[in-house]
């Protein structure tokens, strides 16, 4: 199982400090599992000391499921993996917060959070995601409101990296995305390169039909590169706002 496709995908995180986690008497700790993005609470879920170092070495999300007594690849079914980004623990090193970009919804039952309903069954109502709504992520950050179970906005970059990803993941047959990404970076690229000078021409042309056309080829094209090297978009956006934040005038000082 370590060596599937999509492992192999992912970046290798830190096993800094790995040793120093207190696990409980059953071997295990607690996982809780935060959208980087939204800050939304998705699930929470137990590791053993195997599971950790799995998932910092596949930077997929590994679990020790209790009622199995097994192992359990999050997503391995389904399709909708949880892909880690940051690895942290609490002050007494007995619990840890998985910081990571979901792919589908996270929840069983095919909600996008575990944590869909009040205490007494209520559903919790669009707008309201436990954890996210008016709190303040990592310093620096402000806060994304999120709704449980909510796809991103047709015709978003997120939304259309979700489809690139499902292609990924479970490829269709005659599937244009899934024949890029067999090609890999240097297909993708080639296509990257062609849709940018098409823009360019249509750009030139002033023809905002032709311009809006071609960027969604070249935004397109470029989202799958992003996917092949095991990345998403929430990895362009901390760039993006890491340089509005350390730049007095980010749009003067991006790299040309």
């Known amino acids: 199982m370590m060596g599937d496709e999509l492992a192999g995908r992912q970046a290798t995180l830190s096993m800094a400090g790995l040793d120093e986690l207190e696990f409980g008497p059953d071997g295990l700790v607690p996982a809780i599992v935060q959208d980087r993005r939204t800050k939304e609470v998705l699930m929470l879920g137990f590791m053993n000391r195997e599971m950790l170092a799995r998932t910092l070495e596949t930077g997929d999300a590994w679990f020790w499921s209790r009622r199995r007594g097994r192992p359990w690849h999050k997503g391995e079914t389904s399709g909708n993996f949880i892909r880690v980004r940051e690895v942290r623990r609490n002050c007494e090193d007995n619990s840890l917060l998985l910081l990571a970009d979901p792919v589908g919804p996270v929840c069983h039952t095919g909600a996008r959070s575990c944590y869909f309903r009040?205490?007494?069954?209520?559903?919790?109502?669009?707008?309201?995601?436990?954890?996210?709504?008016?709190?303040?992520?990592?310093?620096?950050?402000?806060?994304?409101?999120?709704?449980?179970?909510?796809?991103?906005?047709?015709?978003?970059l997120d939304w259309?990296?979700?489809?690139?990803?499902?292609?990924?993941?479970?490829?269709?047959?005659?599937?244009?995305?899934?024949?890029?990404?067999?090609?890999?970076?240097?297909?993708?690229?080639?296509?990257?390169?062609?849709?940018?000078?098409?823009?360019?021409?249509?750009?030139?042309?002033?023809?905002?039909?032709?311009?809006?056309?071609?960027?969604?080829?070249?935004?397109?094209?470029?989202l799958v590169l992003l996917a092949e090297a095991g990345m998403a978009p929430q990895d362009v956006y901390a760039v993006l706002a890491a340089r509005h934040r350390d730049r007095t005038s980010p749009i003067d000082n991006m790299k040309k």
Not at 181 to 188: E, K, S, T, W
Not at 203 to 221: F, G, I, P, Q, V
């Open 118 to 156: 009040t205490l007494d069954g209520e559903p919790v109502e669009a707008g309201e995601p436990a954890g996210s709504a008016g709190s303040a992520g990592p310093v620096g950050e402000a806060p994304v409101p999120a709704e449980p179970g909510a796809r991103p906005p047709e015709g978003t």
């Open 160 to 222: 259309l990296f979700e489809i690139i990803e499902e292609r990924r993941l479970r490829p269709r047959e005659g599937s244009y995305t899934h024949r890029l990404l067999q090609g890999g970076v240097d297909r993708i690229g080639k296509k990257v390169g062609e849709e940018a000078a098409e823009v360019i021409i249509a750009a030139k042309n002033r023809s905002r039909t032709e311009l809006a056309n071609e960027m969604a080829d070249l935004w397109y094209h470029a």
